[in-house]
Structures are given as structure tokens and as C-alpha cells.
T-cell receptor, first 114, second 112 residues
Framework: DGGITQSPKYLFRKEGQNVTLSCEQN?????MYWYRQDPGQGLRLIYY???????QKGDIAEGYSVSREKKESFPLTVTSAQKNPTAFYLC?????????????FGSGTQLSVL | GESVGLHLPTLSVQEGDNSIINCAYS??????FIWYKQESGKGPQFIID?????DKRQGQRVTVLLNKTVKHLSLQIAATQPGDSAVYFC???????????FGSGTRLLVRP
């Protein structure tokens, strides 16, 4: 089955620790995205990538980093600089990352601080 | 950024009734709109989309209406079922961009 796989489902971070969230897609989509969702709120864009080896900051990129070394993979690192990391993180992809495209989402990773 | 709160607006409907979920969007230059359904602990699932050159689009049991004059989008669900219980988000794409801006969502509760 084609889709987007996020792992782990749940992740705990200690203070001062960097953690990496995995996102893999087998849809052959060019574009991938990371969103953050806080309880009772909509989704906010952290980073996006329209092509391998290129990515752009979204609206709330501070404290996060990404890489796009392969078309299928777009891992997100939550660094110690992110002071309020507890949230539900969603990875998404779209065919080309150009205009008027729907996003396909993974099942999310819940990150909590110990 | 958007004004958000911890408590989502909630729509409670009887099973079998029709549901109407409303969304006010912010950018008059937005030309593409999407509705997503999100069940607890899961990622959003695409329901239906509409471009600004249309004012109505129908899918299976769902209809999206777009009123550009008042910047209003609605999702109608016919014969609402218990499986429709979820949070529904509208999203807009301004200026033919890649970017989707999400609303804060509406929770739909279906009473048996």
C-alpha cells in the first residue's frame, strides 16, 4: 500500500536533548512537509521541501531542523532550542509542491517532554 | 497567525441528520480550499476540495459550498453516521501558492 509512514508513534524528550522524527513516503511525491499541531488548534507549517537537497522554513521553524537527502525521506529534528516541543507532529507530502495541491498526511508522532 | 483556543467549537447532530460545518477564511486572494477530517490520534484525511472558479462541488455524501463574497466555506454531510465523528478542518491556499493555511477546526459529534 502506498502512503506516508511516521515513526515513532510516541516519543519522549529529556531536557536538552535533540530528538529525530522519521517520515517516509512511497507515493513518489516530490514535495514533503512537517506540521505541528497543538491541542485544539489547527496545523502550523514548520518546514517544507519541494525537491531533494532543498528545503524552506515555514512559519514556525525556530528550534527545528530537517534534511532531504532522499526523495522518500524527510526527517525532522526537534532541537534543545525548541523550548515548548510538546505537540503532535504531522508529516505530509504532495505530488509536486506547486499550486493547488492536496496534502497526504501520515498518522503523526506525539512528542512529550519528560 | 490565527486566533486559536483550547476548546474547539462543537457541532452535535443526531445520527441520520445532515450536518453543516462552517469555515470563514481570511484571504480574499485564496483560490483553492480543502476540507480534512481528523480522528483522534490520527493524521488528517482528505475529504473534498474546491477551486475558486466554482461555488459548489459534490462528493460521496459530502458537498462543499464556497461563497467568495463573504469569504465563507461550508461542508455538508448527508445522513451523518457515527463514523463521521471527528474534527473537521478547512484549509485555504492563497495566491496560487503551495501553502495551505489551516483553520482551528470544528468537532462533530454524532449522537446515536
Amino acid at each position: 500500500d502506498g502512503g506516508i509512514t511516521q515513526s515513532p508513534k510516541y516519543l519522549f524528550r529529556k531536557e536538552g536533548q535533540n530528538v529525530t522524527l522519521s517520515c517516509e513516503q512511497n507515493l513518489n511525491h516530490d514535495a514533503m512537509y512537517w506540521y505541528r499541531q497543538d491541542p485544539g488548534q489547527g496545523l502550523r507549517l514548520i518546514y517544507y521541501s519541494q525537491i531533494v537537497n532543498d528545503f524552506q522554513k515555514g512559519d514556525i521553524a525556530e528550534g527545528y531542523s530537517v534534511s532531504r537527502e532522499k526523495k522518500e525521506s524527510f526527517p525532522l529534528t526537534v532541537t534543545s532550542a525548541q523550548k515548548n516541543p510538546t505537540a503532535f507532529y504531522l508529516c505530509a507530502s504532495s505530488i509536486s509542491g506547486t499550486t493547488n495541491e492536496k496534502l497526504f498526511f501520515g498518522s503523526g508522532t506525539q512528542l512529550s517532554v519528560l | 497567525g490565527e486566533s486559536v483556543g483550547l476548546h474547539l467549537p462543537t457541532l452535535s447532530v443526531q445520527e441520520g441528520d445532515n450536518s453543516i460545518i462552517n469555515c470563514a477564511y481570511s484571504n480574499s486572494a485564496s483560490d483553492y480550499f480543502i476540507w480534512y477530517k481528523q480522528e483522534s490520534g490520527k493524521g488528517p484525511q482528505f475529504i473534498i476540495d474546491i477551486r475558486s472558479n466554482m461555488d459548489k462541488r459534490q462528493g460521496q455524501r459530502v458537498t462543499v459550498l464556497l461563497n467568495k463574497t463573504v469569504k465563507h466555506l461550508s461542508l455538508q454531510i448527508a445522513a451523518t453516521q457515527p463514523g463521521d465523528s471527528a474534527v473537521y478542518f478547512c484549509a485555504e491556499s492563497p495566491n496560487s501558492s503551495y501553502k495551505l493555511i489551516f483553520g482551528s477546526g470544528t468537532r462533530l459529534l454524532v449522537r446515536p
